[in-house]
């Protein structure tokens, strides 16, 4: 009797240990975002096991992007990416990871499927912007996905942007994501006009100017060296428009004559 | 109570003695710490192989690994090792002829073991905390200069983390105690643990995979609740990179949370491993 309530005590231990440890589980879960079993799903089997073992994760990551690149050289799509998107997941904090991944849907992978219908003289005018479009908007979710991981990366944002003006010839798809790109910490001083430009040709020409106004008086001017260009392109913005000169920004000191 | 357990204790201290002694003359144990050693060290060295990982991030990573793998490596095969030399020599007979019962002779056994695991964290931990800081200095100066962000650092995050595996190791430790005491090789013994510790690693994965209870029926639902409780989640002691290179993203409390944990399952092992090393012939 004593020898199976031991026994029985032991066991209780153990189940003890495992329901405490569900709850401190779900305390640290959140500091390990590199795990998680839809990413690394479908390259289980390529030795990224000992990635998620613990520890050595770049590593394991870098060796699986070099890995991708071999598929990239054989146009073969899934393998490609199912590699490339395991790099992200074993390194979601890399925007390396991120950036290269979205580029290479977003602008190759169309190509390779062109290619492998017969080419371009074979598939039609119709189907190829559809294929283009099909993987440039793949290509914004992979963007969307390391933006969130990065903590917003404008970099990613302006790839995101340039992705939707070359590929999708979304102009106002592409001026949001300049736009966020802008208002994220550590934007590059170009992100202001890109986003205006996407603006003014998506149509929306005083909204554009209006934006871009703001931004100068409030971000650029302090600058150090005023952002003469930004500038010069408000002008042409003022031009255009046809705003009264009351109305217009303020001529600077050392503002050329136009 | 701890006036009649003193002897008791006293015979466990010798014991996890003449373990810890017997250990760290082992040339696996310093073949390891070297190899461990040049792992961590060498990461500063391959820092420029990376893909845009931040730099500190790389090494940190690199060490942390060695530190997760030579340790497996050391918990496993010392613990079987230990544990079957004294069988294989009949040393163990020879002991427990002595007043030492089966179970402190266990616990010393665990506790040379677990102070030696200790010892190897402990310096290889030492040496990534070093490295890390110190070219966490070198770039904190070049974002001055740069006029860029400096990245984050925490050296009580490295030994937050060295904690963490100490019990991590701990708990590999009394799991292939546990086996030792029903395998009879070293070699089954080695081989089990090793699946042991993986499945332990990979735990959270298959709960993830296989815990959708709508298609489960409850026989199997309960059985892989019963399954994925009796195994630990290693997984929870690996957030070294978030310790010292991002501390906010850690919940407060989460470390202290993972080492009872850690605690609890070591206890239950023990516990477990002293009933069945009880019935086994030696």
């Not at chain 1, 992200?88 to 990871?97: G, I, K, T, V």
């Not at chain 1, 290619?115 to 119709?126: I, L």
């Not at chain 2, 029926?217 to 010292?244: E, K």
Request: aromatic fraction near 14%; charge should be positive; proline fraction near 3%.
């Amino acid at each position: 009797m004593w020898h199976r309530a031991t026994w029985l005590f032991a066991g209780t231990l153990l189940l003890g240990a495992g329901v405490y440890s569900e709850s401190s589980w779900q305390k640290i879960r959140p500091s390990v975002p590199e795990i998680g079993r839809k990413e690394i799903e479908p390259s289980l089997g390529q030795g990224v096991l000992l990635g998620i073992l613990g520890g050595l994760r770049n590593i394991i990551a870098d060796g699986t992007w070099i890995r991708s690149y071999v598929y990239w050289e054989k146009k073969d799509r899934a393998a490609c990416e199912a590699l490339m998107r395991t790099a992200c997941a074993l390194d979601p904090r890399s925007r390396y990871f991120w950036e290269n991944t979205g580029c290479v849907i977003g602008y190759d992978m169309a190509h390779w499927e062109i290619r492998r219908r017969g080419g371009y003289n074979k598939v039609t005018r119709e189907i190829q912007d559809e294929i283009f479009k099909k993987y440039a908007r793949h290509g914004l979710t992979v963007f969307e996905e390391g933006v969130k991981y990065t903590g917003g990366s404008p970099s990613l944002l302006i790839s995101a942007g340039q992705l939707s003006e070359i590929k999708l010839k979304d102009s106002l798809l592409a001026a949001e994501y300049y736009r966020r790109a802008a208002e994220s910490r550590g934007a590059p001083w170009f992100a202001y006009f890109l986003c205006a430009k996407s603006y003014w040709e998506g149509g929306k020409k005083v909204e554009a100017y209006l934006w871009y106004r703001k931004q100068y008086i409030e971000k650029l001017l302090p600058m150090e060296d005023g952002s003469p260009d930004d500038l010069n392109h408000l002008r042409y913005f003022e031009e255009e428009l046809n705003v009264p000169f009351l109305q217009r920004i303020p001529r600077q000191k050392w503002e050329k004559k136009i | 109570m701890l006036k009649s357990m003193k002897p008791s204790l006293l015979r466990i201290f010798w014991l996890a003695r003449l373990t810890f002694l017997e250990a760290v003359r082992q040339r696996f144990f310093a073949f390891l710490i070297v190899l461990g050693a040049a792992m961590v060290l060498s990461s500063f060295a391959f820092r420029f192989l990376d893909f845009g990982h931040g730099e500190l991030k790389f090494i940190a990573d690199f060490g942390f690994g060695g530190l997760f793998f030579f340790g497996s490596i050391l918990a496993l095969v010392m613990t079987a090792q230990l544990l079957f030399a004294e069988m294989d020599n009949r040393t163990a007979l020879t002991l427990l002829a002595k007043p030492v019962s089966r179970t402190e002779f266990l616990l010393g056994k665990f506790a040379g073991i677990w102070i030696v695991l200790g010892l190897f964290v402990f310096v290889l931990s030492t040496l990534l905390g070093v490295m890390l800081w110190g070219r966490w200095q070198e770039l904190v100066i070049l974002a001055e200069q740069t006029a860029k962000v400096a990245p984050q650092f925490s050296l009580e995050g490295v030994f937050s983390h060295a904690l963490l595996q100490w019990f991590r190791l701990g708990v590999v430790t009394s799991m292939v105690l546990l086996i030792s005491t029903i395998a009879r090789t070293f070699l089954f013994a080695v081989v089990v643990g090793a699946m042991t510790i993986v499945a332990g690693q990979l735990q959270w994965l298959a709960q993830e995979a296989l815990f959708k209870p709508a298609e489960l029926n409850p026989f199997s639902h309960a059985l892989l609740w019963l399954a994925s409780r009796l195994l630990p989640n290693l997984q929870q002691f690996n957030i070294g990179d978030a310790l010292a290179l991002d501390p906010s993203a850690v919940a407060t409390g989460a470390v202290s949370a993972a080492i009872l944990s850690g605690g609890f399952y070591l206890i239950a092992y023990l516990f477990l491993a002293s009933l069945t090393f009880q019935r086994r012939e030696i």
